[in-house]
């Protein structure tokens, strides 16, 4: 597993509270943002975007699952594996 820096996590936070339109993702990073409904389908197509075109993570949406990227977390774990 390869090591997350501080640094990468907070690109990610702000990435994602853009998309979700609300900084709840950065003060509580184990929110379940698709239940909660700070992010739904239009957001996940622009945050998959954002990711790519800010960190260069390319993230098929066909592998984007709600389950394995249910949190913000989550999400800075999938995609430190894709570094």
């Known amino acids: 597993m390869k090591e997350i820096t501080a640094d990468f996590k907070d690109k990610v ?3 994602l509270a853009e998309a979700c339109e609300s ?3 950065k ?3 184990d929110v379940r943002i698709f239940d909660e409904g700070l992010l739904d389908s239009f957001g996940t197509i622009s945050l998959v975007v954002a990711i790519e075109e800010q960190l260069g993570i390319e993230v098929p949406i066909s592998e984007f699952n709600r389950e394995e ?3 913000p977390n989550m999400i800075v774990q999938k ?4 570094q």
Do not use: F, G, K
């Open 79 to 82: 995609l430190a594996d894709r």
């Open 23 to 25: 900084d709840e993702v």
């Open 27 to 29: 003060e509580n990073p």
């Open 69 to 71: 990227w249910a949190t």
């Open 13 to 15: 936070y702000s990435i």
